[in-house]
């Protein structure tokens, strides 16, 4: 028993070494930050500026290094970010919410790009409005913002979650989904959306243009490492702004960016702008930097967030929807002042409308 | 070689590395847990704990069914039918182009070819076939496994002595009476042995079947899960596949071992 005795001591210490490695990154100032992003029409400008440089020019500027880096898996992005393995990463409002800020990790929402307006739909096979619905089930990534759609569009024809019957389907398959002939009603998001409206059978009944404003496409970063490295903030922010100001020129720059564009995301410059007609990007800070100000944006994040809150997308735990506080541009609170991890942040914004980057 | 373990040690050898991958998790858990109180990446052992209670004996506040035994029901219904399937068409096909060279070569490489096709490749296909409800889950379990038993039991066969076979014929044995009496029985250790290596695909199909479209199962739950990264469910859900598969693989060998005795002489224990 001897050996044993001493193995498993050797063993037990080497465990102990290789879990306090785990913690060993501090606080200090950092000069590389990662950002992931995933193919999404309003988040391809990311894409761009790592391939034309833009990212390198004001990575420079500011003196440090920043890596872009494409994940395939939309939540596997989001998961890596709330673990730490990411300081920034693009996701949707109610992601936000329910995946970082959920999980304890204080968030900011350094870059609202665009809110979707018609980029989601609810699509039926035999059926001429919403109402229809009814009784069918519904093929659609569960928990998601598909979901939190069809959730408003039920409310607005006066149905409940119990009249349909929700069947979990990965976005990857869902255009192959709904060639199944017992699949009957669908919701997804852009470019598979596309791609479905595009059967005959198919019927476009709700979008997200019937909810204008509430699915939102954002750049979030961790509120720490921000508050560290204010430098951060400023390098995305002005990259941002440049890559999409040449994304809206008219010219035979804007089209080069948007054909560069439409490339990494796999369509071509005709799916792309079709995308982009149903996406409402905000070209300028001082737009966004008004949008994040008017008092909407409390409305729908109480929306999004007793929708997550009702489907226990916050954790079984979570008594109240107020459990996790959201801060406003004002400085006002949505829910716990005390535990406020989802902040959306316009200093950067307004550095940049300002023309002081 | 020669250093034999006894009984007590051997039980604490196969112990430890458990009990090291326990220390490590805990060690983790408590320093993540540390830096951030609601850190969902490793939840402590603790709550887990709790989640397991209400997913097992609680009913869901939305469906209000108990989620764990509905969730385990319906996977292992699928699983049960997929591989059941597959064995039977293993056996049958995998006899029939081992024993019969007309049947062999028409279809033994045909099978070959099958074997080697990703059966996720296919799955848009699978889809449109057989839609997206319980068949193509079972269709697809059955895809990725049958080939590979096919193949094998038809190797077996393949193995058998040719002197076996033309003795049976000289005592006036007929092909069926062969197949039934004389291949089949030798077989059928190997089937089942296959079928045991074969639990492990089955799993992931099942899973990767689920996590396409599904609404109530082992996979679905994990991948609606991990979309809020609830890894105090999931855990505890990957914990419980796993000793379903281990208990499925010791009853297999079980059966086996009870049922062919005289396959398992040679055995070293």
Sequence with gaps: MKFFARTLTGLLTAAVIAAGFNSAAGAAPKKEFNIAWTIYVGWMPWAYAAQAGIVKKWADKYGITINVTQINDYVESINQYTAGKFDGVTVTNMDALTIPAAGGVDTTALILGDFSNGNDGIVLKKGKTLADIKGRKVNLVELSVSHYLLARGLAAVKLKEKDIKIVNTSDADIVAAFKASDVTAVVAWNPQLLEIKGNPDATLVYDSSKIPGEIQDLLVVNTETLKDNPSLGKALVGIWYETIGLMQDPGDKGKAAREAMAKLSGTDLAGFEAQLKTTRMFYTPKETVGFLSSPDLAKTMDLVRTFCFEHALLGEKVKSKDAIGIAMPSGEVLGSKQNVKLRFDTTFLKLAAEGKL | ?269
């Design chain 2, 1 to 269: 070689m020669n250093i034999v373990p006894g009984r007590g040690s051997r039980l604490a050898l196969a112990l430890l590395p458990f009990v090291v991958i326990a220390l490590v998790y805990v060690v983790g858990s408590a320093e993540r847990r540390a830096a951030n109180p609601d850190d969902k990446l490793l939840p402590p052992i603790s709550e887990m704990a709790q989640t397991v209670h209400r997913l097992a004996f609680e009913p869901d506040r939305r469906s209000e069914e108990t989620v764990l035994w509905t969730d385990t029901a319906a996977s292992l219904q699928r699983l049960g039918l997929g591989l059941g399937i597959a064995t039977l068409i293993g056996l049958v096909v995998g006899l029939a182009i081992g024993l019969l060279p007309v049947v062999g070569s028409t279809f033994a490489s045909l099978i070959a070819v099958l074997s080697m096709i990703p059966p996720m490749a296919v799955l848009p296909i699978l889809f449109i076939v057989f839609g997206l409800g319980e068949l193509s889950k079972v269709v697809l379990i059955v895809f990725g496994v049958a080939p590979f038993l096919v193949r094998d039991l038809a190797l077996a066969v393949g193995n058998l002595p040719a002197e076996q076979l033309v003795k049976a014929q000289s005592l006036g044995a007929s092909t069926w009476q062969l197949a039934i009496r004389v291949v089949l029985p030798q077989v059928m250790p190997r089937l089942i042995e296959a079928v045991r290596l074969s639990l492990g695909p089955a799993f992931l199909f099942l899973i990767s079947a689920e996590a396409i479209a599904a609404d109530v199962g082992l996979g679905y739950r994990i991948f609606l899960m991990r979309r809020y990264l609830a890894m105090d469910v999931i855990l505890p859900y990957v914990a419980w596949i796993t000793l379903l598969a281990y208990l499925l693989d010791f009853a297999l060998a079980r059966a086996a071992r009870h049922a062919f005795p005289w396959a398992y002489v040679q055995e070293r224990r």
